[in-house]
């Protein structure tokens, strides 16, 4: 049996994403940056925060999976290929969770070797658990220590994305 315990309310997910959203302003302003949305549990994350912007960007999407279940199997893969010329571009990767950090760091390595201006990265959650390389998260809605999360794109082996607000999930 799963459970479902509410933890963080849609409001308060619409209040940190706005505040990101303005940070990324002021340091994107003229740039014309790429939001890079992580297919498929940033969805509703890049979704959200493309509104809040108020600055000219772009958007592009990027398909990368590690996970079955609860934990990474290590292979990271790539099952969607960026539509725009990276080289000379600013992106910013938007992810809905860093967790080891294994999926992000490829990213970013894959971006840079496309030629990229620059590569930072923005997730609605920075978990810390399980962090196995030293890496910097640029831009940050909400931490978590440990747990499992699933709502607002995160998902538990496809289930429960569509929920309008982030709960922890007891297996
Ligand atoms: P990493 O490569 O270990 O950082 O894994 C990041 C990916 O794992 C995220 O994009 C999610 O798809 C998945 N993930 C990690 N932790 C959670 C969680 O608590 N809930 C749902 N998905 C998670
Ligand atoms: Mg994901």
Known sequence: M????PMIPEAEIKKKIKE???KLNT???GKNPVLMGVLKGSFIFLADLTRAMGIEHEIDLIGAS????????GEIG???EPDLVIRNRHIILV????????TIVALKKYMQSL????VKICTLIDKHERR?????VDYSCFTLEKGFIVGYGLDYNERFRYLPEIHDLKL
Do not use: H, P
């Open 78 to 80: 790539f099952t969607k």
């Open 20 to 22: 990101t959203a303005e």
């Open 132 to 136: 196995e390389t030293r890496m910097n």
């Open 66 to 73: 590690s996970y079955e279940g609860t934990s990474s199997t």
């Open 27 to 29: 340091d994107y302003s």
């Open 115 to 118: 030629q990229a201006q620059s």
């Open 95 to 102: 992810e809905d969770i860093v967790d080891t950090g294994r």
């Open 2 to 5: 799963t459970e479902l315990i």
